[in-house]
């Protein structure tokens, strides 16, 4: 009779090993998808914010504030302010959609 209670203890021990081991897989889980979030919002507000931004220089630069001027404002390279000043000389006029409008 004793195997069998060390049998039957020895399954409940296995048993409550497994339910703890899948409530910590859980529970990691849920911290990484945690952090998943977290990064991604970070992410998107960087983004946002570096479009605003982006605007706000090509604003500058179309007003005609030197290059130079605008990288020490920032506190970038110089190179950066001209690559978005290529970009911003390649995009459309803003508010411009290409659709004419008739009246």
């Not at 009779?1 to 899948?22: F, H, L, Y």
């Not at 897989?25 to 849920?30: A, F, G, K, Q, V």
């Amino acid at each position: 009779m004793a195997g069998t209670s060390a049998r039957i203890a020895a399954r409940r021990r296995a048993r409550e090993a497994r339910v703890r081991r899948r409530e910590a897989l859980r529970e990691h889980e849920n911290q990484v998808n945690r952090l998943a979030g977290v990064f991604y919002e970070h992410e998107e507000f960087r983004r946002r914010h570096e479009c605003a931004s982006a605007a706000a220089v090509a604003e500058l630069l179309r007003l005609g504030e030197p290059v130079e001027e605008v990288a020490a404002l920032l506190g970038v390279d110089a190179g950066r302010v001209r690559a978005l000043k290529s970009l911003a000389q390649q995009a459309p006029p803003a508010g411009s959609d290409g659709s004419s409008e008739s009246s």
